[in-house]
Nanobody, 123 residues
Framework: QLQASGGGLVQTRRPLKPSCSAS????????IGWFRQAPGKGREAVSC??????????VNSVKGRFIISADNAKNTVTVHLQMNSLKSEDTAVYYC????????????????WGQGTLVTVSS
């Protein structure tokens, strides 16, 4: 079960930190990614973290502004996406997804998806 939360309305250049919790999670080698879908556009990969070595990946448009991190507890993984210096173009529904093994930027590579959380950046 994937559960995304922490979206909301925020002004430009302000921060926001949505989270994604994966409960009853027993997979040892996995990656959790964040995707987003803006109105009228396709779903794009934003960031990903790999459980094997903690390596991370970011789409160019968020590099230097977003930071992905993970907290591990018994059978639960929580992945945070610290979003700084938000821009109006960051407005989208943000989804988290999990796949076996390493990060991928391709939506088709992810097996499980959570519901989205809406992030609206206003000027």
């Amino acid at each position: 079960q994937l559960q995304a939360s922490g979206g909301g309305l925020v002004q430009t250049r302000r921060p926001l930190k949505p989270s994604c919790s994966a409960s009853e999670f027993r997979q040892e080698d996995y990656a959790i990614g964040w995707f987003r879908q803006a109105p009228g556009k396709g779903r794009e990969a934003v960031s990903c973290i790999d459980s094997a070595d903690g390596s991370t990946w970011y789409v160019n448009s968020v590099k230097g502004r977003f930071i992905i991190s993970a907290d591990n507890a018994k059978n639960t993984v929580t992945v945070h996406l610290q979003m700084n210096s938000l821009k109006s173009e960051d407005t989208a529904v943000y989804y988290c997804a999990v796949r076996i093994r390493s990060c991928s930027a391709y939506r088709r590579d992810y097996q499980h998806w959570g519901q989205g959380t809406l992030v609206t950046v206003s000027s």
